[in-house]
């Protein structure tokens, strides 16, 4: 085992690789028995990697053979710390071959002094390794592919031409509405990103969470965007995603369709297969070798009626890793993930339709319903904690409401069919939002805006209301 004293150049299956100093790697016994006498490339050790590689002729004398007394256990794993924030992913699997040497030595030197057997333990403590690099495996690829393919800088748009109608819009537009869609592009940039970069967002996911709590804060989120290197406003995607504001988001909220369908999956193994992961597994893996490839999978999934497209939509996404097979342990999350109810209903038109008449009934019209209930802001737009909260609190002192959750979350369903996690009035009520639409039109054409309108309103309504009472009073009662 060797140490790179300064950055040196690897060049390897997928061309040249950049390492930075104190990175450790490791030589086959006779490359190490003739490193001061090598001409040429030195070979590394394939052992540790599954494949050749090779350090450049000229980077060879910034290596440095490591002394017993280095190869310590906190300095490996400081090694392994170091090569897993780089990008190369041959130096992660050189750092891991150097834990797993360490570990093995330390295994059988405590065997034979104590007389014990101690390979339960070295096996767990392998697989705790092996975690370790599936974990990591998905930042270093990402970088290593920042590395490799630049992001392509777009054309410059020019801007269109607006007449002067669209131009008295464009400026009327309030700035809660611009935050909008400031939000709504910064989801859309992000998952576009995330496809790009990891293939889809689950991926994404657990590169975010490789503890699999299944739960962002913020923090976390900004600083892994941040190592993934995504470079746009932070602050207004987190905005977006987390809806309710309780300072946490799920997979559900970065993308929905994605989450949709792994609602699905989490259905069918409920209903077929008592909810374990292992038992889908131990079905799928017809050979025993505990993976399954993706056409193994598909023809799993056909047996239980699951579309062709959607299977192999379903592998790409428990896929984690990119790999051709998956294995028991990516689809263990299932088990403790637990998606909105609105996942696991279908949309129900006629549920929906009874619930805006009950609500007519009690406040008037659906409209007025809308805002005080559920949109005190006037963001034309309710986030699903809030809609089941205002739900509930009306269904305990008014009959003919959905007061069961499978009832809520069929008439969220029904007006939020993409799972985005809001609805919006033109879904929820689609004659009021068109009646209100049309009043705002008329009110910015005719009067500038609906505030000068109804303050033209009011000034009239004084007025008279005024030369009424001059008629009938005094000046100064007036």
């Known amino acids: 085992m060797l140490k790179a004293a300064a950055p040196i150049r690897l060049r390897g299956v997928g061309g040249e690789m950049q390492?930075?100093?104190?990175?450790?790697?490791?030589?086959?016994?006779?490359?190490?028995?003739r490193l001061?006498?090598?001409?040429?490339?030195?070979?590394?050790?394939?052992?540790?990697?599954?494949?050749?590689?090779?350090?450049?002729?000229?980077?060879?004398?910034?290596?440095?053979?490591?002394?017993?007394?280095?190869?310590?256990?906190?300095?490996?794993?400081?090694?392994?710390?170091?090569?897993?924030?780089?990008?190369?992913?041959?130096?992660?699997?050189?750092?891991?071959?150097?834990?797993?040497?360490?570990?093995?030595?330390?295994?059988?030197?405590?065997?034979?002094?104590?007389?014990?057997?101690?390979?339960?333990?070295?096996?767990?403590?392998?697989?705790?390794?092996?975690?370790?690099?599936?974990?990591?495996?998905?930042?270093?690829?990402s970088r290593a592919a920042a590395t490799k393919r630049p992001e392509p800088t777009p054309p410059p748009v020019k801007p269109a031409k607006l007449?002067?109608?669209?131009?008295?819009?464009?400026?009327?537009?309030?700035?809660?509405?611009?935050?909008?869609?400031?939000?709504?592009?910064?989801?859309?940039?992000?998952?576009?990103?995330?496809?790009?970069?990891?293939?889809?967002?689950?991926?994404?996911?657990?590169?975010?969470?490789?503890?699999?709590?299944?739960?962002?804060?913020?923090?976390?989120?900004?600083?892994?965007?941040?190592?993934?290197?995504?470079s746009g406003c932070l602050t207004t995607l987190w905005r977006q995603l987390d809806h309710d504001s309780s300072g946490c988001i799920s997979l559900s909220d970065i993308d929905p369709q994605c989450a949709a369908q792994l609602a699905d999956l989490k259905v069918l193994l409920t209903q077929q297969f008592e909810g374990s992961a292992e038992k889908f597994m131990k079905s799928v893996d017809t050979k025993g070798s505990h993976r399954v490839s993706k056409e193994e999978f598909v023809r799993?999934?056909?047996?239980?009626?699951?579309?062709?497209?959607?299977?192999?939509?379903?592998?790409?996404?428990?896929?984690?890793?990119?790999?051709?097979?998956?294995?028991?342990?990516?689809?263990?999350?299932?088990?403790?993930?637990?998606?909105?109810p609105y996942y696991f209903v279908r949309s129900?038109?006629?549920?929906?339709?009874?619930?805006?008449?009950?609500?007519?009934?009690?406040?008037?019209?659906?409209?007025?319903?809308?805002?005080?209930?559920?949109?005190?802001?006037?963001?034309?737009?309710?986030?699903?904690?809030?809609?089941?909260?205002?739900?509930?609190?009306i269904a305990r002192r008014h009959g003919g409401l959905p007061n069961m959750e499978e009832d809520t979350a069929k008439v969220w369903r029904t007006v939020d069919e993409e799972c985005f996690g809001w609805a919006t009035l033109r879904t929820f009520h689609p004659e009021a939002f068109e009646a209100a639409t049309r009043l705002k039109r008329w009110a910015t054409?005719?009067?500038?805006?609906?505030a000068k309108f109804v303050a033209s309103v009011l000034k009239k309504r004084c007025s008279e209301f005024v030369s009424h009472l001059g008629s009938t009073c005094p000046p100064w009662q007036t």
Not at 20 to 30: C, F, N, S
Not at 112 to 135: C, F, H, M, W, Y
Not at 379 to 392: I, K, P, Q, T, Y
């Open 348 to 393: 129900d038109p006629r549920l929906l339709s009874s619930f805006r008449g009950a609500l007519a009934k009690l406040h008037g019209s659906a409209l007025r319903a809308w805002f005080r209930l559920w949109d005190h802001d006037q963001l034309f737009r309710v986030s699903w904690f809030r809609f089941r909260l205002g739900v509930a609190n």
């Open 36 to 141: 001061p006498q090598v001409v040429g490339d030195l070979p590394l050790g394939s052992e540790a990697s599954g494949h050749k590689a090779f350090v450049k002729e000229r980077f060879v004398p910034a290596l440095r053979l490591l002394d017993e007394d280095q190869l310590s256990w906190a300095a490996a794993q400081a090694n392994f710390v170091r090569c897993s924030r780089g990008s190369c992913f041959l130096a992660l699997k050189h750092a891991a071959f150097v834990l797993k040497v360490l570990a093995t030595r330390h295994a059988l030197q405590a065997t034979e002094a104590q007389g014990v057997d101690n390979l339960p333990q070295l096996r767990t403590v392998l697989s705790d390794i092996d975690d370790k690099v599936s974990r990591a495996a998905g930042l270093v690829g």
């Open 19 to 33: 390492l930075p100093a104190e990175i450790w790697l490791v030589l086959d016994a006779a490359a190490a028995a």
């Open 300 to 340: 799993a999934m056909d047996t239980l009626n699951c579309p062709p497209g959607a299977s192999r939509r379903l592998f790409d996404l428990v896929c984690r890793y990119n790999c051709t097979t998956i294995s028991v342990k990516d689809l263990l999350f299932l088990q403790k993930w637990t998606p909105p």
């Open 445 to 450: 054409l005719n009067h500038g805006g609906v």
């Open 163 to 230: 007449d002067k109608s669209e131009e008295a819009r464009s400026e009327a537009a309030s700035p809660r509405h611009t935050a909008l869609r400031r939000g709504l592009q910064a989801q859309a940039d992000f998952t576009s990103f995330a496809n790009r970069r990891f293939g889809n967002c689950v991926r994404l996911w657990f590169v975010l969470d490789p503890e699999e709590n299944l739960k962002l804060a913020s923090k976390q989120f900004v600083r892994g965007c941040e190592e993934i290197g995504f």
